[in-house]
C-alpha cells in the first residue's frame, strides 16, 4: 500500500462529458485515496456510469482525469488497462467461452498485440481463480454458470488485469441478497488483502452505504455531497435528490436506508 | 512454475487446464483434408485415374523427388496442367472465403456474417462486372484474369461492406445481429440490380459474366493460381495474426477498450483483409456462396467457440471443402459440369437454418 503522501489513485478536476451536445457530467471535482472505498449514487440519469467511464478511460477527458498522478491522456491504452480494471454493469457473455480463457483476456495488456500468453500470465490466472473458488470451473462455459458464479469470474478477469484501481459499475444489480453480500464482502477482502482501490455505482443505497469509506451523491451531472455514509445517506438529501420518502436508521455497519410509503394528503 | 517433462504434459499436474487452442489433432486433421481433398480433386473427372499414382505424381513435383507413377505423358499433363491448378485454385478460394466468413463473425460479433449475406461478395460482383463490360484495362479473355479484376473487386467489396455498416448502424442503440444482416441483404439487392442493368445494357457480354458469376474453377489455370496466390497470403497472414484480438473483441468495444485494446482499429484492418480476400476470391471464381458460413460454424461446434481455433481451421477446412464440392460438380452430372455455386448454394441453404436456430438466442 502506498503512504499518504502518494498522489491519489483517482483525481478529478472539473470534469465535463457531453454526449450529443447533452451535457451528462458538469464539472466534477473528486479525489479516491489509494485503498478507499467511495461509491457513487444518485438518481438514475444523474451521471453514475458516464463517471466510471470516464475514469477507466472510455470518454475523452485528458486531462481532467489522473490516476495515480498521472493525466489519463498520458497513458497509453496497454499502460491503462494496467492500472484501471472495470467490472462492466451488464459485462458481455461471449457465447461458448470457457472461464479459463474469459479470465485470461484480463491479461491481454500484459500480451504482446500479435503474441500469445506466457506461463506467468497463465500461473497469474489460475492463481486468481483459486483465490476467488473458481478452480473447478475452469472448463466450464460462461454462459452455463448461474449470476453469482457469472459475478466472480467477471471480478476475477478485471483482477487478473493486475491493477490496483477496480472500477465497479452496479456489480451487484444482478444478483439476489445473499450473492450481493457476498460479491462484495469478496470484494471488501480483496481490498484488504490487495491494497486495491474501489470506485463503485450502486442503487440499494442501504448495502452501499455498509461497504464505501465514503460516499458521493450525484445528482445532474453535478456532486451535491461526498462525505461518510452517515454524512450522505440523511432523509434530507435522500428526499431532494431522489424525490423519495425514505427513513434512514441506525445500522451496524452504516445508516440503512428504508423506504417509507408517503402519507396520503 | 510446473516442471515440463520430456515429453507430454508438466509433470507434478493431473491434467493442468489449458486455454483455448489450436490442438495438434486438429491441425493434422485440417491438413489432411487438404490433401484428400487435393488427391480426389485430381483423380476424379472425365478421365479417372488411379489416386495412388496421382498422390506419387503430386510428391514427384516436390523438388529431389523422381517416383514412377505409371502415368502416361498425356495422365502426367492433365494432372499438372489442368486438375492440379483447379483443385489448387478451389482450395485457395475456399480457404479465403471460410476464414473471410470467419474473421467478419468476429468483427462484428454476429454469428450471421459472412462475405455473401454482408454484400461483400456483391459489391465485388458488380465491380467485376463493370470492368468486364465496359472492358476496363481488360483483355477480354477470362481464363486469365485482367490484373485489374482483383482491384476493381477489392474497391467494390469495401465499398459494399462500408455501405452494410452504415445502413445496419442507423439504427442506432435498437440495433441487433439481425440488423446487419438486413442491411447486407438490402445492399445486396441494390448491387444486384446496378448488375443486372449494366448486363441489360451490354447483351453481349451476358454469357462472359454469367459463366463467371455462377462460380468458375473449370477454367482455372495456373495464371489464375498465380493472381490470387499473393492476396491469400496477405489475407491469411493478417487475419491469423489478430486471431487472438478477435476474442477479445468478443467481449464488445467498451471491454475491449478497457483491457487495452483499440477496438476501431483492429476492425478495420480486418474487414479491410476479410474483404481483400473475398475479392481476390470473387475475382477468381465468381459468385460462390455459404462457404464462409458452413465452414466457420462446423469449426465452431467441433472443434472449440476461440477464433484461435476457429480461424486456422476455417482456412484449411474451407479449402477442403470447396475442392471437394468441385468435384462434385463436376462429377454428379458429368459430362455436364454443374456451377460451383450451384452446389454450395444446395448444402448451404439448409445449413443456414441450422445456424439460425442454433443462434435464435443470439439473435432476439
Known sequence: MTGSSAAPAVDLRDLRISVDGTSILAGVDLTVATGEWVTVIGPNGAGKSTLLRAVGGLLPAPDAVRLFGTPIGGLRRRDRARVVATVAQSPVVPPGMAVLDYVLLGRTPYIPPLGRESAADLAVVHEVLDRLDLAGFHARELATLSGGERQRVFLARALAQGATLLLLDEPTSALDIGHQQEVLELVDQLRRTHGLTVLATMHDLSIAGEYADRMVLLAAGRVVAVGTPREVLTDRLLAEHYRASVRVVDGEHGPLVVPVRPRRQ | ?364
Open chain 2, 1 to 364: 512454475m510446473l516442471k515440463r517433462g520430456r515429453l507430454g504434459p508438466p509433470v507434478g499436474a493431473v491434467t493442468p487446464p489449458r486455454p483455448a487452442g489450436l490442438r495438434k489433432r486438429w491441425l493434422a486433421a485440417g491438413v489432411l483434408a487438404v490433401l484428400v481433398a487435393l488427391v480426389a480433386g485430381v483423380s476424379l473427372g472425365p478421365v479417372s485415374l488411379p489416386p495412388g499414382s496421382v498422390a506419387i505424381e503430386l510428391l514427384n513435383l516436390l523438388p529431389g523427388v523422381g517416383l514412377d507413377s505409371g502415368l502416361t505423358e498425356r495422365e502426367i499433363a492433365i494432372v499438372t496442367e489442368l486438375r492440379l491448378p483447379r483443385a489448387v485454385l478451389g482450395l485457395l478460394v475456399g480457404g479465403l472465403l471460410a476464414l473471410a466468413g470467419g474473421a467478419y463473425q468476429g468483427v462484428f460479433r454476429n454469428p450471421l456474417a459472412d462475405p455473401y449475406l454482408l454484400g461483400v461478395a456483391a459489391g465485388a460482383g458488380l465491380a467485376v462486372t463493370v470492368v468486364l463490360t465496359l472492358g476496363v484495362g481488360a483483355g477480354g479473355a477470362l481464363s486469365g484474369l485482367p490484373a485489374t479484376i482483383p482491384l476493381a473487386a477489392f474497391v467494390g467489396s469495401l465499398g459494399a461492406v462500408a455501405m452494410t455498416y452504415l445502413l445496419g448502424s442507423a439504427g442506432g442503440r435498437s440495433r441487433s445481429p439481425a440488423t446487419l444482416i438486413l442491411a447486407g441483404v438490402a445492399v445486396s439487392a441494390f448491387l444486384s440490380a446496378g448488375q443486372t442493368y449494366l448486363l441489360q445494357r451490354h447483351a453481349e457480354s451476358i454469357q462472359q459474366v454469367y459463366s463467371w458469376l455462377l462460380g468458375r474453377l473449370a477454367t482455372a489455370g495456373w495464371q489464375d493460381v498465380r493472381l490470387v496466390l499473393p492476396y491469400f497470403l496477405v489475407t491469411s497472414l493478417v487475419i491469423l495474426l489478430h486471431r487472438r484480438e478477435l476474442d477479445v473483441l468478443s467481449v464488445g468495444d467498451d471491454e475491449a477498450a478497457s483491457l487495452g485494446l483499440h477496438p476501431q482499429r483492429s476492425r478495420y484492418l480486418l474487414i479491410a483483409a476479410a474483404s481483400l480476400g473475398t475479392a481476390a476470391a470473387v475475382s477468381a471464381s465468381g459468385l460462390i456462396g455459404f462457404v464462409g458460413i458452413i465452414v466457420p460454424h462446423t469449426v465452431r461446434m467441433l472443434a472449440g467457440a476461440s477464433y484461435r481455433v476457429i480461424l486456422p481451421l476455417s482456412l484449411l477446412f474451407g479449402g477442403a471443402f470447396l475442392a471437394l464440392t468441385d468435384v462434385v460438380a463436376r462429377t454428379a452430372a458429368a459430362p455436364q459440369e454443374i456451377p460451383i455455386g450451384v452446389v454450395t448454394a444446395l448444402l448451404g441453404g439448409p445449413f443456414f437454418v441450422v445456424v439460425l436456430r442454433s443462434v435464435r438466442r443470439v439473435l432476439t
